[in-house]
């Protein structure tokens, strides 16, 4: 049982910087691998960053590659994502997520937050 809840979300301009927080119950969040989805209107959910159990090996989409870093507090029970050089194109809702597995595919991911919204003007 995983409860999350994403703050952080806001308007930036162009070239700014956001840094998503995500808070998870429970005391086995470690046991968990941690994502980060986001969805524009009009568009399916998309992959954007993950992070494994071990904290050590982490994943990106190609789209934000160079500028989002995500990691994870485990004494906190938080996941975080930097995000950095914003662009228009990331005006989002920004989710996280939580498995047992890493994963870059939303469908695998057994709890999710209820999305902060990321709105980038140019």
């Known amino acids: 049982q995983v409860q999350l809840v994403e703050s952080g979300g806001g308007l930036v301009q162009a070239g700014g910087s956001l840094r998503l927080s995500c808070a998870a119950s429970?005391?086995?969040?470690?046991?968990?691998?941690m994502g980060w989805f986001r969805q524009a209107p009009g568009k399916e959910r998309e992959f954007v960053a993950a992070i494994a159990r071990s904290e050590t090996y982490t994943r990106y989409a190609d789209s934000v590659q160079g500028r989002f870093i995500i990691s994870r507090d485990n004494t906190k029970n938080t996941v975080y994502l930097q995000m950095n050089s914003l662009n228009p194109e990331d005006t989002a809702v920004y989710y996280c997520a939580a498995n047992i597995v890493i994963s870059l595919r939303a469908r695998d991911y057994d709890y999710w937050g209820q999305g902060t919204q990321v709105t980038v003007s140019s």
């Open positions: 429970g005391r086995t969040f470690s046991s968990y691998a």
